[in-house]
Every structure is written in C-alpha cells, then in structure tokens.
C-alpha cells in the first residue's frame, strides 16, 4: 500500500498531513518514540532491581520462594495469549472484518482481566502474610534484614505493570466501540495498530519482570 | 601572579594545596588567553565587518580542513594535560599515608563531633598535631552532610550508611574554617567548626588532658558541660539568651513553652528528657522541627547530666 | 495522476488583514486551539511569567545575603525560597523555554509544515504543564518545599515541606517535556516540505532535534526516580532511605541520570538560536554546518554518560569518579567546536548590530565564560574544592542565564516582529541587552571569586570576608531587574503602538521569513518547495519563495 488513494473517504485525514501516508508513519514512528520512552520509565526500575539484586544476592534468592510461580507462569500464558489475539485483532482490521475485529479485541480485553484477578489473588495472599510494600512489611518468614525491599521493588514493578494493563484494557474497550461504529477499515486502522504496538509492550515487559522476579534459583 | 592567585585561593595551609592551586591557575591563564583572543575577534570583527549596504555580498565559506582540525586537536591535547594532572591530584587527595593518624568524624544537624582512637572526643573543634597526616573517617548520622576545609582544599561528604574517608596533612600551628558544604536543612549555613592545627607536642598535651577529663568522676552539671560540647549542642542553642536554630538554653528550665500544635507545658525534667531524647514529638513555636533524636546515642547518665547541666543556666 | 505541479513563486503578502492572531478572536478559539504557533505563544506567556517569579524569588535571596546574619527573613524561609527560584527557573522557565514556546511557533514554520504532527497532543502537553505548574503554585502556598531542587535523600524523606506535591508537580511536567519531544521528533522527521533534505535544515531545528532525543530518553527516568521518591515518603519503601536500608547515593545517580542531560535540554536549543543569529545577521553561510549539527548530537550522546561529575564528592567509587571525569571534558570539545564555528562565520561577513546580533555576541562571550569554568569544574582535583561552592553557582548562572537566557531574549528579539507583527524600539533594546550584560557580569563575577575563596553554596549566613562580594553580586541583580523591567516595558509598548512589521525585518532565509508577519492561520497557503539551504545568502531570495498550489488536490508531493 505505497500510495493510498487520496480520493477515498478522508474523513480521517487532518488538515496538517498531505496524505494518509504521511499522518500513518508519523502516528507510527510516535507510538514507537513513546514505546521508548516507557522502556526507560521501567528502566530505572530494572536498575534499582539490579543493583539491589548485585548487593544482595542472597536475599532475592530467598525472597523469590515466595511468590507463587505457577499464578505467575499462568499469568505469563495469558498475556501472550492476549498478545496474540492483539495481532489477530490487527490483522482482521487490515482486511476490512471489523465483527472479526471486536472478537478479538473482547479476548485481548479479557485476558487482560484474568490476569489482574490472578494479580488480585497473588497480592491479598501476600497481604495476608503481611507482606506489605515499605514500612508496613510485617512478614517474619524471611530472615533478611532488606527483605522488604525486594517486596517494595516487587510491587512497584508489577504494580506499575498492572497500570498499564488497566490502562490497555480501557483503550481496547475504546477500539472495540469504535470499530462497532464503523470507524476502521483498510485504509485508515492507525489506532488499532499502535494500540497493538502498545499492547505487545506491556507484554514483553511481563516477560522480563516474571522471571526476574519469580524464576530466581 | 602570585597576587591574583593570593586573591583568588584561601590560604595554603595543607600538602596538596599548592598542586591544586597550580592547576587552578593554569586553567585560568589558558581559558583566559581563550577568552581574550575569542572577544577579540568578536570585537574587531564586528566592526571591521560590519555592514555597509544592504547589498553587501559575503563570500561562501563553508569549510576550513586546516582550521577546524587545528581548533580540534590543540583543545583535545589542552584538555588531556587538565584531565591528568586533576587525576594526579585527585588520587593523591583520595590516598592517606598508611602513618596517618585517624580521627572518627560524626556529621549531625548541625554540628561536628570527632572521636580519636583513645575515647576523647571534641565538638565543633577538630584538634589535630602539625606535619602529621590525618585520615577522617566520617559518617552522619542524619541526612548527608559535607566536609569542607577551603583551607586544605579538602571536601567529601558524610553519609548515614557507611564510612567515607578523606585525609590532610598541615604543616604549620594554625586555625581553619570547616564548612558543611552539603545542604542539610535550617541550620546548613551555621555548621561551622575549626580544625586547630597545633604543635606536636601541645597536641600531645591537649590530647592527654581531654583524656584525664573524661576518666574523672565529674559532677553532674560538669559532666553535662561537656557533653554539651561534645555533641555539638551549641551549633543551634546558645548559652547567653541569643536566638539560634533552636531555643537558647539560658532560662529555660522551669519556662513556659508554647508549642506549634497549640498545646503549651512547662519546661521541667521530664519535659527536657523528652525534648532531648525524642525531639520533636513537641516542636516550640517559631523553631523549625530540625532536632535530631538522641535516644540511643546518650545514657541515661549522660542525659541527666545534660539536664543538670540546664537548670545551673537559669 | 495529475499532471506535473508548476513551481512558482509565492511572495509573502505584507501587513496582512487576517492572520494566526486574529482569525478568531474568541477566548475559546485560544483555549482549544491546536495552532502550534497559539500554544507556543501560550507557553511564551507562561514562561515569560514563570521567569518574572522565579526572578523575584532571586532578588528577594540576593536582599538577604546583603548582610551575613539576618537580614529580612530566617533561614527557613530562605532556604525555601532558594528551592523555589531553583525549581521554578529550571522546570517552569528554562526547560520549556526555548522548546516549547518559541520551538513550538516556529518549528513546523521552518520546516514548511502547517502544524507539528500531533496538534492535539501538542495541546495537551500544555496542559499537562499547567497541572504541574498548579502543583507548584500549591506547594509553594502550603508551606513550600526547603530541599534544594534536587530533593536529595534523605533530607528530603525527613523534610516537613510540602515535598510530595511538589515531586508531583515536576513529575506531572516530565511528561509534557516527553510529549513536546516526541512530537518533535516526529515533525521533523516526518512533515518536511518537499526538497527540505536534513541538510538544508535550519540550525535550530538540528538543535531541537538533539533535544527532543534527549527529552525522549532522559524525562522517563526523571519521572520513575520522582516516583520512586514519593513512595519512599508516602509508603517507605526504603529504596533511598537509609533509615530502611537503602541509599542515598543511588538516588543521586538516578536523578542526575536525567538532571545532567536535562541541562543540555536547557542549553542546545540556545546553540540553535545563536546559529540562525550570527548567520542571518553577518548575512553569510554559516561555517561548518555539519560540524554545528553533529556537535549537538554529540553533545546530546555524551550528554548521557557524564552525570556522576555532580557526584565527586558523594562518596561513589573512585573508578566512576575518574571515568566520569575523562568523559566530560569530551562535552567541552563539541561546545569549543561550535564557538569557533560561530566566530568564523562572522570573519567577512556583513555584520548587522542589531539587538538580537548583540545577544548573540553576549551569548558568545558569556558562555564561553560558563564552559571555560565547566573545563575548571571537570579537573578533578579543583572540582574537589570547588563542589558546592558559589563557584558552581556562578558556572551554571553562565551557562544558563548567560548563555540560555541571553539566547532566549536574542531569539524572542529575533522573531518578536514575525510573531506579533509588530517591530520594538531599537534603541531602547540595544540599552537593555547593555544593561542586561553589565548587571549580569555584576552579579556573577564576583560569585566566582567568593566561591574559589571557600564560599559554600545554600548558605543563608555568611562569615564576615565575603560581604564585599556578595554585595556587588546584589547590587549586580537589581541592574539586572532594571534591564528586565526596561525589555517588559518596550515590548509592551510595541505590541501596543509598535511600528507594523514587514514579512522579513531581517534578510533571513529559511522558510518562517517567507511568509507574513503575523503568520497565516496555517502558515502555508501553498506547499512550499526548498530548493538551497537557510544560509545560501549568494543564491537569489525569489528562489527561497518557491511552492506549488496544494489546491485540495494531493500529488505528489510526499515530504520524504
């Protein structure tokens, strides 16, 4: 699709832009930038973990027995599965199959919410062990005296992972109300690709939190 | 020269002084020459240059080989020499002889303590014997402060988790100015102390008498006199009525304090213990919150000292 | 398809009767608008005001040290007050300074573009920048926030000031910088006009390109380091505080992570502003074009692996210490290169001493004065003594004011006509940026010498040898007032009954000069075609003028 016909339905098309082309990459190469810019936001997380994790070595391997690999792994599955019905929602947009298009999104859309209620289960059982974030850390099971900066490294990190499934989950919601009216086809599908872009990310970064976190030996 | 740099520098007063100072001047004399030949330029060219019509017509000059590898490589080699002599002189700043004498320094809002090896401590006044190197090994025990000798050209900070060294050496019998350099709150600009440079044998002296001090039963109030000191109380709270970072000490016992919740109480034992150990539970109106809390740094002795120490002030 | 388009001349209508400014004169039509020159000028008001107050907090801090004990206020008034002027002048003022508010009017123009490529979020991340500045305001009225702008741990997890909203308000405008940046960089690379290959374009958009990059990569880690040290003070997560088992010193490499790049966010775009300065006003290609652009994305590369130089004394190891030496000085190479580029653009030029060409002759004088000292700063065993004296204060006031502020009033001088419409008093210009330089060397000077005396920064009393200095430095900040309040007072009267504008004051030659003063609406009424360079001065001006008619007809006319 080197050229899109400038006489087809423009509607979409902004004043500012010469053509669909043009205000397609430009859309894309932002989505891209702001993908950037969220690897870096968790960036500096990965480095507390990491140096934490060089300080004290020992105490991650301790502390990880405490989450609960399977709920995590489940999790894992569940995502990608999520990523994978994200791309098939994409695919079905290019092909003009919007009723395709919403089965998709609705999987992506509740995939994304069983993982927050593994999430929820996950967290009230830590909770109830009372292992809670910073000062509140009231677990005697771990005999480390930084133990709960791992637990407070744990949940900014899956915390603020869970924001952005939470904040997914509404823009799929949004796509699937746009596309029931009609607003996508072949031509101009931009949101939903970019939401993909978006969506493939919060993926991969569970991929890297889940054995991080959970997988320590 | 030698007078800009006089005007320029504190007084040399440690072993690294000089070749600190060196450096500094040779900068200055390069980026100046620097400075003085771009300002010509701009000068002489804006007037020679300037324009005389609208229709003036400027030549195309876009690139210059020689030129722009000539102002590439000669700041490339200027900037090299700085980076290793800073280098050189930044390890031996960072390396104390292994015959230094060490010194236990605390940082404190807002005050210094020190430690020597034999128990004696000082507040606020950092005693140390000539021609000796002394190694500082410093910790805070609040937030982050900094020690800064402009005289030694010496500075590093303190941290509340772990140990940080420096070290000096001073040849001559003298007194100089410590800063904290690292801003701490209210009373940052008011923690000062000296280090007091004496011969070797009066420091010996000195040395000695503190120790025979502390070995005497004193009484009481003595006894808080000098812990008074040793903490370095005086940073914030005067002995003759004079405002500070915290409430003068003179006249208090027995006062009536109003606080800034509102509530007010009468400045007795308990009340002081409290304020002592426990600082801002209670904060008296029109002094910032900016005590630190001494409950497990005193004894219980030491504290009963202190308030004795008090009350002989009314 | 359509036939080939006709490349014609377009020449700029003089004194036109509708432009950006007047095409709706409704309060909603600014409010709502997605006219990046409308929101440019929003944020110039909003930066122009920011500046008023953090420079009113400067006189108020440079009062006190009058004398060295009390003088007007107590210490902890003082030192909320200098926390203020710190954090309102570097997230309020400079950092949107000359991105946001003059990059955002003139960035699409230079470009041949009608708008950047996302209006809308354009609009929001003035928004954005708003909320965070409410924030501030907030703090500022509950109690204010006494930890330095750089809200070291752990003072500023035990600090009784309003730290978290605060934090908050700065974390909020990170991520209107992050939105600016990004939509910059896709404008530029996206909404070029036909034959504005990347080596035609104007200077300054090479510079905000270098500091869209680093607002893209730097702004995030500012954002989750602030994040981080709000959890720290709402939850204790003990990551910072030492008191929990954590460290302080980490928090200092996090936060100049992005603090240190976050000054060439401050001081690029000025590069940019000076090139299109001395270019168009010595009327001569400029020497060394790519040197020029290339040294500001190697700035902006280096930029990222210098932080721990803040940090010589902050007890991180001495490896990093002397690595973190040796690659600064590699910052002082490119800045050297371009000063002498400048320098040799002005040799055989026809050189125009108007008043923004006096800034930028300042500028050159006065930054080479503040990276000079940063050479000093970077030698490690001076920097020693030096750290966290007035000599830093002075080196970064250089910098900053002398080199980004001087820039901003040269580039604000510069397209003050093409954005109001209006020309200002000459004269009256020329006396305030001579008022301006003596009252900033006035100010500054002196604080260079009271810092290589031993002077500690964030002093609210001062031992009795340095009041000679200090009060030269003040009487140094109200020349400078003067000189403000002399600049507010003719730029008001220009835009009150200042003499009309013609589309192009100045001879330039890249786009923003092609069209009338004040712009139109969509800046373009025709697609513009870029045929030789912003500084080609030897080629005809009726070649600059070139485009084609867009009709509504889009052929082929893709910008890449």
New interface residues.
């Given amino acids: 699709m080197s050229h899109t016909d400038a006489t087809h339905s423009n509607s979409h098309l902004q004043h500012h832009f010469v053509d669909s082309d043009q205000q397609f990459d430009s859309a894309k190469l932002g989505m891209w930038l702001f993908l950037v810019t969220e690897i870096l936001f968790f960036g500096g997380l990965f480095v507390a973990y990491i140096v934490y994790r060089a300080w004290n070595p020992e105490l991650f391997t301790m502390a990880a027995t405490q989450l609960d690999t399977v709920m995590g792994g489940i999790n894992t599955l569940v995502l990608i599965g999520s990523s994978l019905t994200m791309a098939l929602a994409i695919r079905a947009a290019q092909t003009d199959n919007p009723s395709a298009s919403i089965k998709y999104l609705a999987s992506t859309v509740a995939l994304a919410f069983v993982f927050m209620v593994i999430k929820y289960f996950e967290y009230t059982h830590k909770f109830e062990l009372g292992i809670y974030p910073g000062e509140a850390y009231s677990f005697t099971g771990i005999d480390h005296p930084k133990a709960h900066i791992f637990f407070s490294i744990y949940y900014m990190m899956t915390g603020l992972h869970g924001i952005h499934v939470i904040i997914g989950i509404g823009i799929i919601t949004w796509l699937i109300i746009k596309t029931r009216n009609g607003a996508f086809n072949s031509s101009y599908y931009t949101p939903v690709e970019i939401t993909g872009l978006y969506w493939h990310l919060v993926d991969i970064i569970w991929i890297f939190l889940f054995p991080l976190l959970y997988l320590i030996d | 020269m030698q007078r800009l740099r006089e005007?320029?520098?504190?007084e040399q007063s440690s072993t690294?002084a000089s070749?600190?100072d060196n450096?500094?001047m040779f900068?200055?004399i390069i980026?100046g020459l620097?400075?003085l030949g771009?300002?010509i330029?701009?000068i002489y060219?804006?007037w020679k240059?300037?324009?005389?019509s609208?229709e003036?017509?400027?030549?195309?000059?876009?690139?210059?080989l020689a030129?722009?590898l000539t102002?590439?490589i000669i700041?490339?080699i200027l900037?090299?020499i700085?980076?290793a002599?800073?280098?050189?002189?930044?390890?031996?700043?960072?390396n104390a002889p292994g015959d230094s004498m060490e010194v236990y320094v605390t940082g404190l809002s807002f005050g210094w303590q020190f430690t020597y090896t034999n128990g004696v401590m000082s507040g606020s006044d950092l005693y140390v014997p000539a021609g000796r190197p002394v190694k500082l090994l410093m910790q805070s025990r609040?937030?982050?402060h900094?020690f800064?000798v402009?005289?030694f050209?010496?500075?590093?900070?303190l941290?509340?988790?772990?140990y940080?060294t420096q070290w000096f050496q001073a040849d001559k019998p003298g007194q100089h100015?410590i800063?904290?350099?690292?801003?701490?709150?209210?009373?940052?600009?008011?923690m000062?102390g000296r280090v007091i440079v004496l011969p070797e044998n009066e420091f010996n002296d000195w040395l000695a008498a503190e120790k025979a001090k502390s070995e005497q039963e004193l009484p009481l109030a003595r006894l808080g006199e000098n812990v008074f000191s040793q903490q370095g109380c005086m940073a914030c709270h005067s002995l003759d009525g004079a405002a500070g970072?915290g409430p003068t000490m003179k006249g208090l016992f027995g006062a009536t304090r109003n606080f800034t919740d509102g509530t007010s109480a009468v400045a007795d034992e308990s009340y002081l213990r409290e304020a002592i150990l426990i600082s801002n539970t209670k904060v008296v109106t029109g002094y910032?919150?900016a005590m630190p809390n001494y409950s497990g740094v005193l004894s219980d002795r030491q504290v009963d000292a202190l308030i004795e120490y008090i009350k002989e002030l009314n | 398809m359509a036939t080939l388009p006709v490349l014609k001349e377009y020449p700029a209508q003089e004194h036109p009767e509708t432009h950006f400014l007047n095409h709706d004169k409704s309060l909603k039509s600014w409010l709502l608008t997605v006219d990046h020159k409308r929101i440019g000028l929003m944020y110039l008001a909003s930066v122009i005001f920011f500046f008023f107050v953090g420079g009113v907090l400067a006189l108020a801090l440079r009062l006190e040290l009058w004398e060295p004990a009390r003088n007007f206020m107590d210490a902890d008034t003082y030192n909320r007050i200098f926390t203020l002027h710190g954090a309102v002048m570097i997230f309020l003022f400079i950092i949107p300074s000359i991105p946001a508010a003059l990059g955002n009017i003139f960035l699409p123009v230079m470009l041949g573009a009608k708008d950047v490529a996302f209006p809308r979020l354009n609009l929001a991340s003035f928004y954005i920048y708003v909320g965070g500045a409410l924030f501030t305001l907030y703090s500022m009225a509950h109690g204010g926030i006494d930890t330095g702008w750089t809200f070291y741990t752990p003072y500023s997890t035990t600090s009784g000031s309003a730290v978290i909203s605060m934090t908050f308000g700065v974390f909020v405008m990170g991520f209107s910088s992050i939105l600016t940046g990004m939509n910059f960089i896709v404008t530029i690379h996206k909404m070029r006009a036909p034959g504005l290959v990347w080596g035609k374009l104007p200077l300054f958009i090479w510079s905000l390109y270098a500091t869209a990059i680093i607002q893209v990569l730097a702004t995030p880690v500012l954002a989750i380091t602030l994040l981080l040290l709000i959890m720290e003070r709402t939850l204790g997560i003990g990551i910072f505080d030492p008191a929990l088992g954590g460290d302080p010193v980490l928090y200092q490499h996090f936060f100049w992570f992005y603090s240190h790049p976050a000054v060439y966010i401050m001081i690029v775009p000025a590069f940019g502003i000076i090139s299109e300065l001395i270019a168009t006003f010595s009327r001569k290609t400029i020497f060394g074009y790519w040197a020029i652009a290339f040294s500001s994305l190697a700035i902006a590369f280096i930029g990222f692996l210098v932080w721990g130089h803040h940090m010589f004394t902050s007890g991180q190891s001495e490896l990093s210490t002397v690595v973190f030496s040796f690659l600064t000085f590699f910052v002082g190479l490119p800045t050297g290169i371009k000063i002498l580029n400048w320098v040799a653009t002005m040799y055989k030029g026809s050189i125009w001493m108007q008043s923004p060409m006096l800034y930028a002759i300042m500028f050159l004088f006065l930054f080479t004065i503040g990276g000079l000292t940063g050479i000093m700063l970077g030698a490690l065993s001076v920097n020693i003594h030096l750290h966290d004296t007035y000599y830093v204060v002075a080196h970064f006031h250089y910098v900053m004011m002398g080199g980004t502020v001087f820039a901003f009033l040269g580039g604000l001088h510069f397209w003050w006509p093409k954005f109001t419409g209006k020309m200002f008093n000459e004269l009256q210009a020329k006396i305030a940026a001579v008022i301006l330089f003596i009252g900033f060397n006035m100010t500054f000077l002196p604080q260079f010498v009271m810092g290589s005396q031993g002077m500690p920064r964030r002093y609210y009393g001062y031992i009795e040898q340095f009041q000679t200095l200090h009060q030269y430095s003040t009487v140094g900040s109200w020349v400078l007032g003067v000189g403000f309040l002399l600049i507010f007072w003719y730029l008001v009267q220009s835009l009150r009954k200042g003499e009309a504008a013609p589309s192009n004051p100045w001879g330039g030659r890249s786009l923003e000069w092609m069209i009338s003063s004040p712009m139109p609406p969509h800046n373009f009424d025709y697609i513009p075609v870029v045929k030789h360079g912003p500084y080609d001065y030897h080629q005809p001006i009726a070649e600059f003028r070139l485009g084609i008619d867009d009709g509504h007809s889009h052929t082929e006319t893709k910008a890449h």
């Fill in positions: 005007y320029l520098l504190p690294v070749d600190v450096l500094f900068i200055n980026g620097l400075l771009i300002t330029a701009l060219y804006s240059y300037r324009r005389k609208v003036d017509v400027t030549p195309v000059i876009r690139h210059n030129l722009e102002w590439t700041p490339l900037i090299m700085v980076f002599w800073g280098f050189r002189g930044y390890m031996n700043l960072r609040d937030v982050i900094s800064f402009p005289d050209r010496i500075k590093q900070d941290l509340p988790n772990r940080t100015v800063f904290c350099t690292e801003y701490c709150g209210s009373g940052h600009s008011a000062m970072i910032p919150p």
